[in-house]
């Protein structure tokens, strides 16, 4: 288990808590169950997520016209490939759910969690919403796999890899002969499916873990770019200022600033 999780809650409509600065180091999960959701041309439960860095100013409207349950929280190194899949191409375009067994799973772990929240001075419960968050995050990522008809078993070879070596030297040679493809072919074809290219996932998985780090540790940011796979701390800098908008030590300092100023949160 991830001893640095963190997660808040919030019953909707009430969003007074929910930090909607951009800039925000959490993930942001929204659920909207299908008895109060507004998409009058299907009716059925959406999840709205929202990754670090966005903002979510425009969550508050439609949050206030609606009840259901708000998650923020930092994203452990094993969601992360589950929460890119769930990842639609807007924020604000939510990943529509019409399966109706799969909304009340969805709803009856939601439940448990803000139950379990609420008994967060407990160990086994601060636990226990862990991995209920986790099983919330697999549920959608099986189902979002499901409607992928065009899946590419070697592009998912590949994602798996980079998962567990993203730290190491990676490269595009390496990968093809992996799964038996040209480089070519297979930069052609990991664009096609994925969205970026297998650089770019490289660099963002590195950064994410980084993002973890500082907000975790009191590492010098110098250890840490090297830790996730950067080579020179100045290009490190450079990435991360660039994805996130702010300098690694900026947004170092303004995590535990804000860590200050919040109510307590729960930690594994």
């Known amino acids: 288990m991830n001893t640095d999780f963190v997660m808040e809650y919030h019953h909707l409509p009430i969003l007074s808590p929910l930090d909607t600065a951009t800039g925000t180091h959490r993930w942001t999960l929204i659920y909207l169950p299908s008895a109060v959701s507004t998409s009058v041309a299907t009716g059925g439960s959406r999840i709205y997520l929202i990754p670090p860095g966005q903002d979510v100013h425009w969550v508050q409207p439609l949050s206030g016209r609606a009840a259901g349950v708000c998650c923020q929280f930092q994203a452990c190194p094993q969601w992360i490939s589950w929460?890119?899949?769930?990842?639609?191409?807007?924020?604000?375009?939510?990943?529509?759910?019409?399966?109706?067994?799969?909304?009340?799973?969805?709803?009856?772990?939601?439940?448990?969690?803000?139950?379990?929240?609420?008994?967060?001075?407990h160990p086994g419960y601060r636990q226990l919403t862990f991995h209920l968050l986790s099983e919330v995050l697999l549920l959608l990522a099986m189902h979002a796999g499901t409607d992928h008809q065009h899946s590419d078993p070697r592009i998912e070879e590949v994602q798996q890899y980079l998962q567990r070596?993203?730290?190491?030297?990676?490269?595009?040679?390496?990968?093809?002969?992996?799964?038996?493809?040209?480089?070519?072919?297979?930069?052609?074809?990991?664009?096609?499916?994925?969205g970026e290219t297998i650089m770019d996932t490289v660099l963002r998985l590195r950064l994410e873990q980084a993002q973890q780090l500082l907000c975790s540790t009191s590492r010098y940011i110098g250890e840490i770019a090297y830790e996730v796979g950067f080579n020179s701390q100045t290009y490190f800098t450079c990435k991360f200022t660039?994805?996130?908008?702010?300098?690694?030590?900026?947004?170092?300092?303004?995590?535990?600033?804000?860590?200050?100023?919040?109510?307590p949160a729960y930690y594994l």
């Open 242 to 263: 660039r994805h996130f908008g702010i300098s690694p030590s900026l947004y170092r300092s303004s995590f535990f600033a804000r860590s200050a100023e919040e109510e």
């Open 165 to 194: 070596h993203y730290t190491e030297d990676i490269r595009v040679e390496q990968l093809a002969q992996l799964v038996c493809l040209s480089p070519s072919r297979l930069s052609h074809l990991y664009k096609q499916h994925i």
């Open 83 to 121: 929460l890119h899949q769930l990842q639609t191409p807007h924020a604000e375009r939510p990943l529509l759910i019409q399966d109706g067994r799969l909304c009340q799973e969805l709803q009856y772990v939601l439940e448990r969690l803000m139950e379990y929240g609420d008994r967060a001075d």
